[in-house]
């Protein structure tokens, strides 16, 4: 599986800066974000105490991770 450290995340969206914000969901805000490679990518960021716990996050990342179709970006 791919991941990126914080650091990363950071420098690819700009600190979550409010321009590259994208929607904000249920649990947290979705940011736009640019990889060094060129590559976006949205980055969801769980709100702190927004209900939903570090298991129930850690299980939506799993199963996102397994999803794969044209509709889906
Ligand atoms: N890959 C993406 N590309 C563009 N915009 C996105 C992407 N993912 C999320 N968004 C935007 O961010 C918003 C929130 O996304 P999120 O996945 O958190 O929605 P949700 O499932 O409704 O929220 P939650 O899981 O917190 O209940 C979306 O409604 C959309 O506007």
Redesign the pocket.
């Known amino acids: 599986m791919l991941r990126f450290d914080l650091g990363m995340i950071l420098i690819a969206t700009d600190e979550f800066s409010a321009g590259n914000k ?7 805000s ?1 940011y736009k974000g640019i990889l060094p490679s060129g590559q976006e990518i ?1 980055v ?1 960021r769980l709100a702190g105490g927004s209900g939903q716990g570090d298991l129930e996050f850690k299980n ?1 990342v799993l199963l996102l991770t397994r999803l794969q179709h044209r509709n889906l ?1």
């Open positions: 994208l929607g904000q969901g249920e649990f947290g979705v949205a969801k939506e970006v």
